[in-house]
């Protein structure tokens, strides 16, 4: 589904990441972790176009997608759920599905309408006619996954999902990514390895621009340096 | 303002000053004039270089125009009969962008270069007492041809020796169309008068006049309010219905070019020049009187106003013959403004023959005080003079009328006496300490 | 000083009457320049110096028009929308360059277009005043109600200006594109991620903005000459509407560009010489308490 090879990306000229690997299959949802400031949102950034590597590849569904502009990518099917929610604040509820919505061509089935997203989330609903500053952080956060999937994306890139949120909410969302896990993939930034590790098929650890290691979950639960950096309290 | 977001996004791509610099340039291309050096002619005589300075961009593009044909009319004759002092005429202009520093660089640089024999400042009055100071500066021959403003002459504290004005001056104008306004306000009984002029140094100043000179010639005129739109106002409407709603009787008006346009096409909606007589001074020129007719079908009739740069003012061949001979060769009539460049230029053309020679000073002194025939010269010997005392131009013909619907849209002229402009401006000197 | 006259006029409901007509008249004009610069501003943070030269290129459209077929009403829809493509590709080939950038650039880049649309104009159109006749349909005596008169010319631009703030805001905050176009003002890089084409948005906003200059150089026509230059008489004002009303805020707009006309229309009444100070003064203090105007939201 996603390639991404040896990415360098700057920001002016702060060389931020430095020849970063990785991948996501069908159906996977894979992790990204990693301290603040190691690189996991620029990674994002890089892939969604927002910050476009300097060299390096990048492959979505086998096309290579390095150097388009985001809109086209959002197009070809990744929806991107970022770090900070990045709400409308005049838009409501269903403003934001409105101008999300995008044709379904690219899957022969079903697609999401506004209503199978009030199924999904029952709380938007209640909240459709809401302006986002009106809004929780939690239903902020559960309005930013639902607008991205009114594009119909095939791989989901979600950018810490549970920060700031209450522990009870945080298990509500472990729910809502293993079902949307059967309808996409999902490359999955947390800070939060438990809550990560909990809904991952795989996982990386990433650290200043770089992947200092990678397997599969119960592999990276093994490891000594990973727990006590991320799973240690 | 601009998020961050927006920031790094569209950060992609930037204008760097060259290209910036190549973008403006073409738009500059158009109002930068080349200067025009002429070959060395036959009998290898220096040409006379004469300069212009001037506002080509923007609203004043007109008056720029304006100027540069007069300069070109009165080039084109001396050299066709053989220059001055069998020396050929060449000119070249500049474009001041009605910037003041930019005029007075423009200035400074034509006098110092030794290239130029004249300068003619045709801008209008912000620049012209700046410019003054470079002509006091260098003793430099500078002529205003533009700026009307009284005090750029008359304050004989600020006088420049090497400065002069062939531009028609405020006080003279409106000692004479207040001696007009009022005679036909006291015969019609119109006792309430309403001023609406530009808010800047020339709308003020003659305003100012109008209303004194008025009060003089007709004590019991009343002024009932002074309107000061500012230059270039889109919206007269709101001065139109407060004159209207004051049951204003006569209104002076100064504004130019498109603003005359636009106050009598907003004041048309009200039937303001049915109700109340207006007297313009500007209207009568050409650049103004040509889109009034357009905006109306044709040119309302019954307005009162200042003829400047008109075949019938005054009504003599020579003027007939020059204003046609413009039109001619041009294609347009010619303005208030192309008059009093050649006005200025006739005046050097006579000093440098009698003085024998461009030097500065010996044209100075036979600048000074010099009388020569122009074509708007007061009849019957149509004479044009450079006042000695002040370095000012007197005894143009100031005439006024009413409009007529027909070339030269204007009928019912009458000229007004220099002897009477001499006496109002007498008393206002006295006043001000300026005998 | 003319207090008493303002007092006068307060006291006659037919004065009154008038003067209210001659300000609604004044925001009108202003209000169609101002809207199209205050999108622009708002939707792409861009300050546009040149927005008055579309309205003058409006306006010789319009002489262009009435000069071939002689219609108001086809130079009415012709002319706004030869502008508004003008827009389109100034936006495409040059101002797309400068977003974001520093404000000096923007400055810089759209006063060198002032100056490129005046000796186009210049070249096209040449340096005289031009003017167009009052279209014969508003030829007729005005109309007299409330003790003044209002010339019908006046009522159909009342009429046009409010029609026109409705629609604008009724498009952009009931319709999809208008939504679009709120969202790209507040977070165009998210707006993006949902697979919105933005600079795209970018470039219909600008042309719209261009439009909306179009149908005020077109409206002003049979009121003012036409002239090179004559894009610079309005948009300073436009600049002040758009500062107190709040930047993108179309209502804002309206309101103050109404409050800015019936300060003048009055204002001349009571202190004719200092009667543009006193909005300036105004402009100054709602800086000061309101900085990101009377109708707009303060974003960082
Ligand atoms: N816009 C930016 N300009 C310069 N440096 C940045 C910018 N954004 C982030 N960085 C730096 O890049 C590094 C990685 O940041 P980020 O990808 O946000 O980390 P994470 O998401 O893992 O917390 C940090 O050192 C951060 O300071
Ligand atoms: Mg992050």
Known sequence: MLQVEDIHTYYGTSYIIQGLTLEVKDGEVVCLIGRNGAGKTTTLRSIMGLAPPQRGLIKFKGEEITGKAPFSIVRMGIGYVPEDRRIFPDLTARDNFEIARRGNSRKSSGGWTIEKIYEFFPKLRELEDHKGTEMSGGEQQMLAIARSLMGNPDLLLVDEPTQGLAPLIIESFVELIKSLKQEMSILLVEQNASFAFSVSNRGYVIDKGKILYHGSIDDLRENKEVHDRYLAV | MMSKNKKEKMAGKGLTRREFLKASAGGAAGVAVAPYFAPRLAYGQKPIHVRCHSIYGGKAAVLGRSVTDGVNMWKDEVNRKGGILGRHVVTSFRDTRGKTEEAVRLAREAAASGEVDLLLDSCSSREAFAVKEVSRDLNFIIIATNSKTTELTANPKTRAPYHFRSAAQNLHDMAAGAKY??????????????????????????????????????????????????????????????????????????????????????????????????????????????????????????????????????????????????????????????????????????????????????????????????????????????????????????????????????????????????????EYFKEKGWV | MDIASLLNCLADPGCMAGQIISGIIIAMVLFLVASGLSLILGVLGLLNFAHGSLYMIGAYFTYTVMASIGNFGVALILAPIGVGICGVILERFFIKRVYGLDALYQLLMTYAFILIFDDVVKFIWGIFDLSIRMPSLFRRPPVTAIGTIVPFYYLFLIVVGVLLVVAIWLFLSKTKYGKIINAAASDPEMLMCLGINVPFVYTIVFGLGSLLAGVGGALACPLRAITPGMGFAVIIESFVIVVIGGMGSILGTFVVALMFGLMRSFGILGFPFFELAFIYVFMAVVLIVRPAGLFGKVRI
Do not use: C
């Open chain 2, 181 to 426: 306004a009022a005679g036909l306000a006291k015969k019609h009984g119109w006792t309430k008068w309403a001023t609406i002029a530009p808010d800047y140094a020339y709308g003020r100043e003659n305003a100012m006049f109008f209303i004194r000179f008025l009060k003089m010639y007709f004590p019991e005129a009343e002024i009932l309010m002074e309107l000061w739109p500012k230059l270039w106002e889109p919206d007269f409407t709101p001065y139109v219905t407060k004159m209207l709603g004051a049951k204003t009787q006569a209104v002076f008006t100064s504004q130019w070019g498109g603003d005359v346009v636009a106050l009598l096409q907003q004041g048309a909606l009200y039937g303001l020049h049915e109700k109340v007589k207006i007297f313009s001074i500007d209207l009568g020129d050409f650049t103004a009187i040509n889109p009034v007719i357009k905006a109306f079908g044709k040119l309302p009739e019954g307005i009162y106003m200042g003829t400047r740069a008109n075949p019938l003012t005054p009504a003599t061949k020579l003027n007939r013959d020059w204003f046609n001979g413009f039109k001619k060769t041009y294609g347009y009539e010619p303005s208030g403004w192309s008059q009093q460049a050649y006005s200025g230029l006739l005046f050097y053309q006579k000093a440098v023959e009698k003085a024998g020679s461009t030097d500065q000073k010996a044209v100075r002194d036979a600048l000074a005080g010099l009388e020569i025939v122009a074509p708007w010269g007061s009849p019957p010997e149509q004479k044009l003079a450079l006042r000695a005392s002040d370095h000012t131009n007197i005894l143009y013909t100031e005439a006024w009328g009413k409009t007529v619907n027909k070339m030269p849209y204007v009928a019912d002229v009458l000229t007004l006496s220099w002897d009477d402009i001499f006496k109002a401006e007498k």
